[in-house]
């Protein structure tokens, strides 16, 4: 609160001012800053009006996305619930952060507003029920303060905010703690939300697979971003590369910041941005986008699962068709994916096998153990007049990503245009920290069936297609 601007608010009379901070949040925002000596910035109103529109039933969903430093939790997660209270003192409120102890932090803060501002706010607290982790209002209302993994049995939320879910770099690395944090939120909160519920999620991002990363991917979120340095067509009209609160950190301290952490770093962080720039692994930038598949060796290389139960987000069967030509030059002509059980599986690579044709080889790996050595002879089985490589894997999956990425960053790899290409290049991008890497093990198997130095027969004395 310290390092909002300073400037005083005046208000003329107490009914005109009870009449403005209930029906308008910004002015209730400006109204306790004010009191402090400080003013809200304009990232702070752009906050405020948000807030504001979901409590008017304009969305239900709200996703503030900001830096580190920007004062987003003091709106979204202080002034905003104290204000949502005194405009539904018979409504429950959940508020969830990364650690039980900042939660109560915030309904402390609640609390104390709501308290301090009784009166002009026409609410009450319970006597009998003023702890800060759950407080009861004088009408019915509820506030209550969790950490993101605790429980939430036996609540129900009018409105639920979620304020810095994610505790550490530590914990933004670590897939098994964003899964956990994953499962929460749909086991745990979702199911306790009430019909037309309003829930806020405010963070920094720190990761492309974390909390707001998955819910980005479902697309019906209102979202509202602002990086700490402006992009094209920024929300409040920003210049490119304008500061977010240049009273507060400028551009040149932004970019010296910048280099401290570097750019992956502060893509993330800074500018609510994880995955912008180069991939880890694989620049998929320098692919080149073709609209003709070119002449040459040309092999389909699977990767497979065997599902078809999309609960808790399985692996996909994924088969890549791969071409080197005369040049030896390469291009990724298409792409199969399904999440299905074995049956299906097998079904839909023996049906495209017949669409690719005989002269294209079909790479299937064959894991250790007799399951995967009964699973690959029966798919060559059933693949009967096509040429069919299986192998096991006897690298890490780094090492063998390593020829095909090295490939793709030095401009070698076209890609045909078409539909897939998206989901494609998001996983290559997103390796090897992303969720799936299912399309990956695939473009590696299929760089290995085309570039090893003893070529099987069977596909090595291909023609040229085309000749």
């Known amino acids: 609160m310290n390092s909002l601007t300073l400037c005083a608010t005046p208000f003329d009379g107490e009914r005109d001012l009870r009449r403005d901070v209930r029906s308008n949040f910004p002015a209730w925002a400006r109204f306790v800053l004010g009191l402090q000596g400080l003013a809200p910035a304009r990232h702070h109103l752009r906050i405020a009006a948000e807030l504001e529109a979901l409590t008017r039933g304009e969305t239900t969903r709200l996703m503030v996305l900001l830096p580190p430093g920007s004062a987003k939790s003091t709106f979204a997660s202080l002034l905003f619930p104290a204000w949502w209270i005194a405009l539904h003192p018979d409504a429950s409120v959940i508020t969830a952060c990364h650690t039980a102890g900042l939660a109560e932090h915030f309904g402390r803060g609640v609390r104390t507003l709501l308290t301090e501002h009784a009166a002009r706010m026409k609410v009450d607290i319970r006597p009998d029920a003023r702890a800060a982790a759950r407080f009861l209002t004088g009408r019915g209302g509820a506030y209550f303060a969790i950490g993101v993994h605790g429980a939430v049995t036996g609540r129900r939320a009018d409105l639920a905010i979620i304020d810095d879910p994610v505790r550490s770099f530590i914990d933004a690395e670590s897939l098994a703690a964003r899964d956990r944090l994953w499962n929460w939120y749909r086991s745990e909160l979702i199911t306790r939300l009430k019909p037309n519920a309003r829930t806020v999620l405010v963070m920094t991002r720190w990761h492309n697979d974390d909390l707001a990363g998955r819910l980005l991917e479902q697309g019906t979120w209102t979202i509202l971003r602002l990086p700490a340095l402006a992009e094209a067509g920024d929300p409040m009209g920003r210049a490119p590369g304008e500061a977010l609160w240049p009273e507060w950190e400028d551009r040149d301290a932004l970019l010296a910041k910048q280099i401290q952490i570097g750019e992956s770093g502060f893509a993330a962080l800074f500018q609510q941005s994880p995955h912008i720039g180069h991939g880890r692994v694989f620049h998929v930038e320098d692919f080149k986008l073709i609209d003709e598949a ?169 023609p040229f297609l085309g000749r």
């Not at 040309?298 to 078809?308: F, I, P, Q, S």
């Not at 298409?334 to 059980?341: G, N």
């Open 294 to 462: 070119p002449a040459g060796i040309t092999v389909r290389a699977w990767d497979l699962a065997g599902t078809a139960d999309p609960r808790g987000d399985p692996d996909w069967t994924a088969g890549v068709k791969l071409v080197r030509d005369e040049a030896n030059g390469f291009a990724v002509l298409d792409v199969r994916r399904t999440r299905a059980d074995s049956v299906a599986v097998a079904a839909l690579i023996k049906e495209v096998a017949h669409q690719d044709g005989a002269s294209v080889a079909i790479g299937l790996p064959r894991d250790p153990g007799q399951a995967g050595v009964y699973q690959a002879a029966m798919l060559t089985r059933m693949l009967a007049g096509f040429r069919v490589v299986s192998s096991t894997e006897s690298k890490s999956k780094m090492e063998r990503a390593w020829p095909a990425a090295s490939q793709v960053n030095n401009g070698h790899v076209g890609l045909l245009r078409a539909a897939w290409n998206a989901p494609f290049l998001d996983e290559l991008n997103l390796f090897p920290v992303g969720r799936k890497d299912d399309q990956v093990d695939a473009l590696s198997r299929a760089f290995s069936m085309l570039t090893s130095d003893v070529k099987p027969a069977h596909y090595a004395s291909l």
